[in-house]
């Protein structure tokens, strides 16, 4: 059995609940002999080659749920892929500290990084276990049935629909809400459940796992518009044309290849002028990019959601004491009425970079809208929403 200290970080986009994730792992730990000492690394890969730890061993069981119930990174975030030279440098700092287990938490590209350091270890003959635990408003990581911090954001989308098509439907005309999504529309789907009337918005829905045509775009809007006097519009920042080019994007990257999208409002002020194209002049058009809003809004969060963010680190602790064995923690749904779910650990290399996206049966024919499919998928996760009156 392994015995020593563990570091813990926190890695990619913040969430509302990616904190309950570190105080569930940090609060099993201190139930286990095994574990010596429990460092926090300050901005993940970054604070751990700089030794940029906090000790969460002194940390108050009341400090702890204050931090549990803040959203954003409380360690500090980063969006770092370690080549090998930085790989030494983790390892001679966990060497040179003891450090047997180390939980890193965050999406698809932190458990590339996890899986790199798994990797290097075993070449190095290094006894150690690496566990990554599940984070991403993006809900795009494979084989979990949905991933902690996506509920949270996708409460917030619905959320700001709800109000955004009140406001519309008040002062009529055509809105578009540009809502994160590099290559999965899980978020921009979740939109859909701000419709509890028929003709509430949004009326039109566009997500990266479609095809992108300007033309059929403007005629979807039209039509709407002839139909309701009115169209609320909600885009992912990752739609493309038929060649797989991004619609907008900055061309920024970071270190693991991603562009940057929505980041500009771009995107929205594009829509926007192509929708005054195909309008009577003077047609009243706004875009709006929700942007880092739906990442870390307080007093939304998703019941579910900060009760699996939690059980999920807890989960990853104590599979690493029992079994040992490296890996990324997953949820496996066991009813959707009522709703049920449990854990379980897959390997890193299942995990590591590639993405899933949203399933064909989730998205409508015309690929501008969702289905009943995806509104029963997503409904429990999200919870009840506030009723909507009308006169």
Not at 70 to 90: D, M
Not at 262 to 273: R, V
Request: glycine share 10%; with cysteine.
């Amino acid at each position: 059995m392994l015995k020593g200290k563990m570091v813990i970080g926190q890695s990619g986009g913040p969430t509302a609940v990616i904190n309950q994730s570190l105080v569930g792992a940090v609060l099993a730990a201190r139930q286990q002999d095994a574990i010596t000492g429990i460092l926090g690394a300050r901005h993940g890969l970054a604070g751990i080659m700089a030794e940029d730890f906090i000790d969460l061993t002194t940390q108050s069981l009341e400090q702890l749920e204050d931090v549990a119930n803040t959203p954003a990174a409380a360690l500090g975030s980063v969006r770092l892929k370690p080549g090998k030279a930085e790989c030494e440098k983790v390892f001679e700092v966990f060497k040179k500290n003891d450090v047997r287990f180390f939980f890193y938490i965050g999406g698809n590209d932190s458990a590339e990084t996890a899986y790199i350091i798994s990797e290097m270890a075993k070449e190095a003959n290094y006894d150690f276990c690496t566990i990554h635990i599940p984070k991403t408003i993006d809900n795009d990581l494979k084989v979990t049935d949905h991933c902690p911090g996506f509920a949270s954001a996708a409460r917030f989308v619905a959320l700001a629909f709800m109000g955004d098509d009140r406001d519309n439907n008040a002062l009529s005309g055509v809105k578009i809400n540009v809502v994160m999504g590099r290559d999965a529309g899980f978020l921009t789907a979740a939109s859909a459940l701000a419709r509890q009337h028929e003709g509430d918005g949004p009326h039109l829905i566009y997500v990266p796992e479609k095809v992108f045509n300007i033309e059929q775009f403007k005629a979807d809007v039209v039509a709407q518009v002839e139909k309701h006097g009115r169209c609320v519009v909600a885009v992912s920042e990752g739609i493309v044309d038929a060649d797989g080019n991004p619609i907008a994007t900055s061309g920024e990257k970071d270190s693991h290849g991603n562009l940057q999208l929505s980041g500009t409002g771009a995107l929205g002020d594009a829509l926007s002028a192509l929708v005054k194209e195909a309008l009577p002049k003077g047609a009243r058009v706004r875009a709006d990019t929700f942007g880092y809003l739906q990442r870390s809004f307080p007093t939304v969060v998703s019941t579910v959601d900060a009760k699996e963010a939690r059980e999920v680190g807890g989960f990853g602790v104590e599979h690493a004491i029992t079994l040992g064995t490296n890996g990324s923690v997953a949820i496996r749904r066991l009813s959707s009425v009522p709703y049920e779910s449990d854990y379980f650990v897959t390997p890193l290399s299942t995990v590591a970079r590639e993405a899933t996206s949203l399933k064909d049966e989730y998205i409508n024919d015309a690929g501008n809208d969702v289905t009943q499919a995806w509104l029963d998928y997503l409904a429990p996760l999200v919870g009840d929403l506030p009723k909507m009156g009308k006169l």
